[in-house]
C-alpha cells in the first residue's frame, strides 16, 4: 500500500503504521470526534465500525478504533484512541449518528463510557445483568456464573389520550427468533416502535477469544446461521490478511459460487415469506420451494445445506468438478425460468401489489442517517454494495459493477431489490462457471501464528448486506481479539423507523421485508 | 310434528359432525394448490381430540367470561344449526327459524368471543376483539340486508318458508338474488374469518383477529372454540347455499326426498369449500383500514338488490 493514496485522508503530525491495506494511528481522545467528523463528512468515508480492545495487560490501556473505508480502492483509515486511566471518551453520537448502536455497545461491554452520548441505556445484554460487570473485558472469565439482579429497562413512553401500548414477544406464536418489541399505539396505527433485543445473546466476542483458530472458523459460521457462508469468508479473508496464505485463484472463484448460492437460497426464501406474510400463498409455497432447490443444491455440492465447513484460510475445502459445473448451470437455468414465471404472476396481482406499495417506508435521509446496509439500503437508492466497493474474491475480475437499487424505500422496493439481485447472481455463478480457473484450492499453512501486534479486516457482502471482521493480534502473533459485525446490527434501528404510521397488522411484513438476523445483533 | 323432531335431532348432531370436515377440505384444497400434499381432510378430527386430551392453562386473571364463553360459543352455533335448513325445508320452526333471531343468536356468540378475547387483559386478546367488533359492526348491516332481501322476495322472514318457496328462480329476481348473495358471500368471509378478511394460517400474531381473540386458549376450551368456528362456517355455508340456491332441498317428508337432500347439501359444501380455498390461494389479505370499503360495498350490494325487487 502506497502512502501517498491515503495521504489526503491524514492528519498532520500523526505517525502513521501500515498493516497491509490499513493505515492506523493514533490521536489524542480530544480530537477523535473533530478528525472522525472530517473523515466521514468532508471526506465521505464510511464508518464502517467502531470497536474497542482491552489491552492494559500490555500497559497500552483500552483502545477504540474507528474503522474508515475508502472505495474503490479497498483501503481503510483507521484512527483510534489510547485510554489510559480513564473509563470515559468523547462521544461521535451526536456528530454521525451510526455511531450510536456502537459506542452503546462499547459502554455495556466494555464499561468505557461515550461523554454527551444521548442514550446509554445497556444494548443487548439483559436487564437482569449487573451494571458493573464488563463482559469483553481481559479480565472477566468467560466462566463466570453471573447473580441475577432484578433490573428494570426503560422503554420510551408516548403518551396522550388513546395512546396504549402493545408489548410483544420475546416469545412468539411462530417458530421465530427471539425479539421483544414495544408498540405504543393509537387504535391501529403505529405511534412509536421500539425494538429490544438481546434475547439470544451466547457470549460469542468472547468466545473468540478462548476457542482454538480451527473453532474461531466454525464459530463465524454460527454468528448468523442464514449467513454461515459470508460470515466464515469474512473472517477468513481478516485471517489471510495477517498470514501469508492469500487462496489460489480457483478457490476465489469458488467463494463468488459458493457466496451467491447463499445469497440465492436466502433471497428465494425472503420474496417467497414477503409473499406469504401477505398471505399471497401462490408466491409463499414457491419461495419456499426454490429455497428448498438451493439448499440440495448446496448440500450435493459440499454436503452442508448451509455451505459450512467450506471455507478455511487459505481457501476453500470443497471443488466442484466438471461435470458438476454442467449440471450446476443447467439446474440454474431452470430455477431462473421458474422464478421468473412465479415473479410474472405475482407481479400480475393488485391485492399483493396493494398490501406491499407504500407499506414501511423508509426516508433516504433517515437510512444515511443510521448507515444503512444491504438491501434496505439499495432500496432507498444508496449505492453500496461491498463486492463493488470494496472487491473480494473474483468479482473484480467478473466484471461485476452494477449494484441493483430500487428508490421507494417501502416493502416493495425491498422486493424488487431482492428479485433484481436474484438475476445478477445468476448471471455471476454462470459467468463464475465459464471462468473457472484450473489449479489447487487451497494454499496450506503450517503455522497457526500470525503477523505480529497487527490488525485485520475483512469485508463481505452478505445476502443482508456488508458482514465486517476486525482481527487483531498480540505481540506473541495469538488473535487476541475478533470483532465481527453483522448488517443487523445496524439495520435494526431501521425497522423502529420504517414501523410508524403504519397499521399493526402490516409490522409482520415490514419486518418480514428487512428480515434481518438476531442472533447476528445479539452475537 | 313427529318428523320435525327427528329432522332436529339430526340437524343437532350434523352441524358439529360434519363442520371439521369443511375446514379439513379447505385446506387440503389450498395444499393442493400449493403444490403441497397436505394433511388429509380429517385432521380437523384428529386435532380436536388431542386438544379435549390436553390440559389447560387459565391466566389467573381470567374471570368467569373466559371460563364460561366456550359453552355458549359453541353452543350458539348448535342451535342455529337446529334452526337454519340444512337438507330439508318442509319442518314448521317458528321459535328460532326466524332470520332476525338468526343474526342475533349468532351475535350473541361473537359477543361474548369478543369478551373473552379481552377478558384476561392479553394485548393481543385486546387488539382481536377490538378488530372483530369493528369487522362485526361493519358485517352486519350487509347480513341484515341481505337476508333481508331474500325475505322480501319470499314474503316471509322465516328461512324454512323462504327455503321451500325458492322464488329466486323466478327471472324477475335474478338480479336481486344474485346481488344479495354476493353481498351475503362478502358477509360470509368476514363472519368466518376468511380471506380477505383474516388468514386462518398465520402464525402471526400481530395480523390475527380471530385467532388472537382465542390465543390465551387451551386444551379442551380451545378445541371448543375451534369447534365453534369451524360449525358457524358451516352454518353461513348452509344459509348461502339454501337461501340462495335451494335446489335439491328436501321439500316433503320421504325417505328417498331427505337422503336426497342430505347428498346434496353435501355437494354444495364442497363447492362452497372450493370457492373459499381458491380464492385464499389466489389473493392477498387486504390491509386492515381496506375491509370497511369491502363490507360496504356488501350492503350497498344488498340495498340496491331491495331496491330492485319491485
Known amino acids: ?523 | 310434528m313427529f318428523i320435525d323432531i327427528i329432522i332436529w335431532i339430526i340437524q343437532i348432531i350434523l352441524v358439529p359432525a360434519v363442520a371439521p370436515l369443511c375446514v379439513g377440505i379447505i385446506r387440503k384444497i389450498k395444499a393442493k394448490l400449493q403444490n403441497r400434499q397436505g394433511a388429509g381432510i380429517f385432521q380437523p378430527y384428529q386435532d380436536l381430540w388431542k386438544l379435549f386430551h390436553k390440559d389447560e392453562v387459565i391466566s389467573k386473571d381470567a374471570s368467569w367470561i373466559f371460563r364460561c364463553a366456550p359453552y355458549i360459543v359453541f353452543t350458539v352455533t348448535i342451535i342455529i344449526g337446529a334452526s337454519i335448513p340444512l337438507f330439508a325445508s318442509f319442518i314448521n320452526n317458528t321459535v328460532t327459524g326466524d332470520l332476525l333471531i338468526i343474526i342475533y343468536t349468532l351475535a350473541i356468540g361473537t359477543f361474548f368471543l369478543a369478551l373473552a378475547g379481552i377478558d384476561t387483559g392479553s394485548a393481543f386478546g385486546g387488539f382481536g376483539s377490538s378488530r372483530e367488533m369493528t369487522v362485526a359492526a361493519l358485517a352486519e348491516g350487509g347480513f341484515i340486508f341481505s337476508l333481508l332481501t331474500v325475505a322480501l322476495i319470499s314474503g316471509s322472514t322465516n328461512v324454512f318458508t323462504i327455503s321451500q318457496t325458492g322464488l329466486l328462480y323466478q327471472s324477475q329476481y335474478l338480479l336481486s338474488g344474485t346481488l344479495a348473495f354476493f353481498g351475503f358471500f362478502i358477509v360470509l368471509l368476514a363472519e368466518t374469518a376468511r380471506f380477505p378478511f383474516d388468514n386462518p394460517a398465520t402464525h402471526l400474531e400481530l395480523t390475527m383477529i380471530h385467532e388472537a381473540m382465542i390465543l390465551e386458549y387451551s386444551g379442551k376450551k380451545l378445541a371448543l372454540m375451534e369447534w365453534a368456528s369451524a360449525n358457524k362456517l358451516l352454518i353461513f355455508i348452509a344459509l348461502a347455499s339454501n337461501l340462495f340456491f335451494p335446489l335439491g332441498i328436501a321439500q316433503s317428508a320421504g325417505i328417498s326426498a331427505v337422503m336426497l337432500g342430505m347428498v346434496i347439501f353435501m355437494i354444495k359444501i364442497v363447492i362452497f369449500c372450493l370457492v373459499i380455498a381458491v380464492l385464499e390461494s389466489s389473493i392477498a389479505k387486504f390491509r386492515f383500514f381496506r375491509l370497511p370499503d369491502l363490507l360496504i360495498i356488501a350492503f350497498i350490494f344488498n340495498v340496491v338488490a331491495i331496491i330492485l325487487i319491485h
Open chain 1, 1 to 523: 500500500m502506497n502512502i501517498e493514496d491515503i495521504q489526503q485522508y491524514l492528519p498532520k503530525n500523526v505517525k502513521v503504521e501500515i498493516c497491509g491495506n490499513i493505515a492506523f494511528f493514533e490521536v489524542p481522545a480530544l480530537h477523535i470526534k473533530e478528525i472522525a467528523t472530517n473523515l466521514h463528512a468532508n471526506k465521505n468515508l464510511p464508518l464502517h465500525l467502531i470497536t474497542a480492545t482491552d489491552e492494559r495487560a500490555e500497559k497500552e490501556g483500552f483502545k477504540i478504533w474507528y474503522v474508515f473505508g475508502i472505495s474503490k480502492k479497498n483501503m481503510f483509515v483507521v484512527p483510534f484512541i489510547r485510554l489510559q486511566n480513564t473509563v470515559t471518551f468523547p462521544s461521535l453520537t451526536p456528530a454521525i449518528h451510526s455511531a450510536c448502536n456502537f459506542e452503546k455497545k462499547i459502554h455495556t461491554f466494555f464499561g468505557l463510557t461515550p461523554v454527551l452520548h444521548p442514550d446509554l441505556r445497556p444494548i443487548i445484554l439483559h436487564e437482569n445483568w449487573p451494571a458493573n460487570l464488563f463482559p469483553l473485558r481481559k479480565d472477566f472469565d468467560w466462566q463466570t456464573k453471573v447473580k441475577e439482579i432484578h433490573g428494570t429497562y426503560q422503554f420510551q413512553k408516548v403518551e396522550g389520550e388513546g395512546i396504549y401500548e402493545i408489548p410483544v414477544g420475546p416469545i412468539h406464536a411462530g417458530i421465530i427468533e427471539p425479539g421483544h418489541f414495544r408498540f405504543s399505539v393509537a387504535g391501529e396505527e403505529i405511534m412509536l416502535l421500539e425494538a429490544k433485543l438481546g434475547f439470544v445473546h451466547k457470549g460469542s466476542e468472547k468466545l473468540f477469544e478462548t476457542l482454538p483458530l480451527s473453532n474461531k472458523l466454525r464459530l463465524c459460521e454460527k454468528i448468523s446461521g442464514d449467513s454461515s457462508f459470508s460470515h466464515s469468508l469474512a473472517f477468513c479473508q481478516a485471517a489471510e490478511q495477517l498470514s501469508d496464505a492469500l487462496p489460489p485463484k480457483r478457490a476465489l472463484y469458488l467463494r463468488v459460487i459458493y457466496a451467491e448460492l447463499e445469497r440465492l437460497a436466502n433471497h428465494f426464501g425472503d420474496i417467497g415469506a414477503i409473499m406469504i406474510d401477505t398471505g399471497f400463498n401462490f408466491g409463499g409455497a414457491n419461495g419456499a420451494r426454490l429455497r428448498e432447490m438451493i439448499m440440495q443444491i448446496n448440500e450435493r455440492l459440499t454436503k452442508s445445506r448451509f455451505l459450512r465447513n467450506v471455507n478455511t484460510i487459505g481457501g476453500v475445502t470443497k471443488d466442484i468438478n466438471a461435470k458438476e459445473i454442467i449440471v450446476l448451470g443447467k439446474d440454474l437455468e431452470k430455477i431462473q425460468k421458474d422464478f421468473f414465471e412465479i415473479i410474472a404472476i405475482a407481479q400480475n396481482s393488485a391485492s399483493l401489489l396493494n398490501r406491499l406499495k407504500g407499506t414501511g417506508v423508509l426516508l433516504p435521509k433517515t437510512a444515511k442517517d443510521y448507515g444503512a446496509l444491504g438491501v434496505a439500503a439499495k432500496a432507498v437508492g444508496i449505492l453500496s454494495d461491498i463486492r463493488v466497493d470494496f472487491p473480494y474474491a473474483a468479482y473484480d475480475e467478473l466484471g461485476f459493477n452494477t449494484i441493483e437499487t430500487e428508490s421507494g424505500g417501502d416493502v416493495y422496493a425491498r422486493f424488487r431489490v431482492r428479485v433484481k439481485e436474484v438475476y445478477a447472481s445468476m448471471n455471476l455463478i454462470q459467468n463464475a462457471l465459464t471462468k473457472l480457473p484450473k489449479g489447487p484450492i487451497l494454499t496450506p499453512r503450517n503455522t497457526t501464528v500470525f503477523k505480529k501486534n497487527a490488525l485485520a479486516i475483512g469485508m463481505v457482502e452478505g445476502w443482508r448486506g456488508q458482514i465486517i471482521y476486525v482481527i487483531t493480534t498480540d505481540l506473541a502473533g495469538n488473535i487476541s481479539r475478533v470483532a465481527p459485525c453483522d448488517p443487523s446490527f445496524l439495520n435494526w434501528s431501521l425497522v423502529g423507523e420504517a414501523g410508524p404510521l403504519n397499521v399493526v397488522p402490516d409490522f409482520p411484513l415490514i419486518n418480514k421485508s428487512f428480515n434481518l438476523s438476531y442472533s447476528g445483533n445479539d452475537l
